[in-house]
């Protein structure tokens, strides 16, 4: 009976486990679309140095390379994007 049941279960696991990790890949699909460009936010590092906006040697904060348009695989984490005035803001990259 445990074995019927077990090979019964199985396959269920299988496909909620390739649907859940398919699902997170695509989430970490972002668009940045034509006439948009992708500002990228370090989140773990260095502080920036005194009132500097920009980081220029990888420290956290804005990085000073932009994305251009395309599709883009966020790595280390979800995005968060929103855009505004044709600017869109990718969350983060390591």
Do not use: H
């Amino acid at each position: 009976m445990t074995e019927t049941l077990m090979n019964f279960l199985m396959p269920i696991v299988w496909i909620v486990l390739v649907l859940s990790l398919a699902g997170a890949f695509l989430k970490s699909i972002y668009s940045i679309g034509p006439t948009e460009v992708g500002l990228v936010r370090k989140r773990f590092g260095k502080k920036l140095p005194g009132d500097n906006p920009v980081a220029f040697k990888g420290e956290a904060g804005y990085q000073a390379e932009l994305l251009m348009p395309g599709l883009r695989l966020m790595r280390c984490c979800r995005p968060r994007s929103a855009t505004s005035s044709g600017i869109s803001w990718a969350a983060c990259r390591l």
